[in-house]
């Protein structure tokens, strides 16, 4: 018992939490067959749309700047409704706000990265603002 697996959320007893008065119903648990599924890793997503749905193209930079000669080679296509999209922008939302609750905040401009990294490895504060 101790050792089975549990969802998102359970309980230790495997009873899924029951809801604060007032609070809306979690989402239902919904089954998963993940024996056809593979990964992949992408560090490149272009994004385009039609009035009824969004694609999303993933695929692999090797370059450390951009080369306009050399193009980046997509692999997987994603093609979802907006209902979908919206879904997904809350959950990946939820789980980088998590990861920057505990690991600090992600910085996303390489700039700032490159400047941050520089100031940490001379013993310095961050800069005046």
């Keep these: 018992m101790a050792d089975e697996p ?3 959320g359970e309980s230790p007893l495997g009873q899924p ?7 809306p119903q979690p989402a ?9 599924m ?3 890793y992408a560090n490149f997503c272009r994004v385009t749309a039609t009035p009824e749905e969004l694609v999303l193209d993933f695929g692999l930079n090797t ?3 951009p080369v306009p000669t050399e193009p980046v080679k997509l692999t997987h296509r994603l093609v979802m409704n907006y209902f ?11 789980a980088v706000q ?3 609750n ?9 700039q700032k990265r490159v400047r941050q990294g520089a100031q940490q490895r001379l013993g310095a504060g961050p800069p005046p603002r």
């Design 6 to 8: 549990k969802k998102f």
């Design 17 to 23: 939490p029951a809801p604060a008065p007032g609070q």
């Design 28 to 36: 239902p648990q919904f089954a998963v067959d993940i024996t056809a």
């Design 38 to 40: 593979s990964a992949a």
């Design 63 to 65: 370059q450390m700047t």
């Design 84 to 94: 979908t999209a919206k879904r997904l922008l809350g959950a990946l939302h939820m």
């Design 98 to 100: 998590q990861h920057e």
């Design 102 to 110: 505990t690991y600090g905040v992600l910085e996303t401009d390489v």
